[in-house]
C-alpha cells in the first residue's frame, strides 16, 4: 500500500482537505513555481503540432466495447465539473489566485457497452513522465487519514461530500452504464514534455487488459 507523509500544515475547512493532502504527499521533487502558460493535449509530443497550435485535449480507446476517454483539466474545467456534480461544494482542489498548482486533475468517463460489467482500479493507475518520475491517485482513504490527523470534526462527512468526485480503490461499470469522476495527482515535475498514464488490471467481465493514454504539452504564447 502506497505511504503519506502526514501533513505539516496548521487544521484549515475540511473542503480542501485534498490540496493539503497534495502538498504534504505530492510528487518528491515537484516545483511549486509558477510556469508559463500551456495546455495539457492528448498523444504523445509532436514539433509540428506543438507549432502550428493544434492538437485534441481527450484521449479515447474502445476495449471490448468500453470506452475510456481521459482529458486533463485545468483550474476552470475543473472546477466546472465539480460544479456539475456537486454544485453546492466549491472546488476542493483550488488554490488561491497567483500560486501554482498542486495537482494534476483528469476527468476519466467508461461507457461501458460490453456484455459484461467492467472494473476499475484506481490505485493501478499510474502517470509516467519523460522526467522519469511515477505518481499514483489520491484515494478516499488517503483523504480519511488526513481529515483525521488534521482534527477535522466529521471526517466521514467531509469524504462523502469529495466521493461523487473522484474515483476511489475500486468501482464497477454495469454493462450500459456511463460513470464519470476525477483522477487526482500531485504536481508535474519541473521541465516535463510529455507523460503516460497507464491503467492496468483493467477487467471487463473475466478478461484483465492494459492501456495507455499518452498526454503532452504544449505552451500558450502571450
Not at 482513504?141 to 475500486?170: H, K, M, N
Request: hydrophobic fraction near 40%; aromatic fraction near 10%; charge should be positive.
Amino acid at each position: 500500500m502506497r505511504r503519506v507523509d502526514s501533513p505539516t500544515a496548521p487544521c484549515r475547512p475540511a473542503i480542501v482537505l485534498l490540496s493539503l493532502f497534495l502538498a504534504a504527499g505530492g510528487t518528491a521533487g515537484a516545483s511549486s513555481r509558477a510556469q508559463g502558460p500551456y495546455r495539457v493535449l492528448a498523444g504523445p509530443y509532436s514539433r509540428q503540432e506543438n507549432k502550428a497550435g493544434t492538437g485534441h485535449s481527450a484521449a479515447r480507446t474502445t476495449l471490448k466495447g468500453l470506452t475510456i476517454t481521459v482529458e486533463f483539466l485545468g483550474r476552470e474545467a475543473r472546477a466546472a465539473f465539480v460544479n456539475a456534480v456537486a454544485p453546492s461544494m466549491p472546488d476542493p482542489f483550488a488554490v488561491r489566485p497567483g500560486r501554482a498548482e498542486i495537482y494534476s486533475t483528469f476527468r476519466v468517463a467508461f461507457d461501458n457497452q460490453s456484455p459484461a460489467d467492467a472494473l476499475f482500479q484506481a490505485g493501478n493507475v499510474v502517470m509516467i513522465t519523460d522526467r522519469k518520475t511515477q505518481d499514483f491517485p489520491v484515494d478516499l482513504t488517503d483523504l480519511y487519514r488526513v481529515a483525521e490527523e488534521i482534527g477535522a470534526a466529521d471526517p466521514e462527512r467531509t469524504i462523502d461530500r469529495i466521493a461523487p468526485i473522484i474515483f476511489d480503490s475500486s468501482t464497477t461499470i454495469p454493462r450500459g452504464r456511463t460513470i464519470e469522476r476525477l483522477l487526482v495527482f500531485g504536481q508535474f515535475p519541473e521541465k516535463w514534455k510529455e507523460f503516460v498514464l497507464h491503467f492496468s488490471f483493467l477487467q471487463i467481465g473475466t478478461e484483465t487488459l492494459t492501456v495507455s493514454f499518452h498526454f503532452h504539452k504544449q505552451p500558450l504564447s502571450g
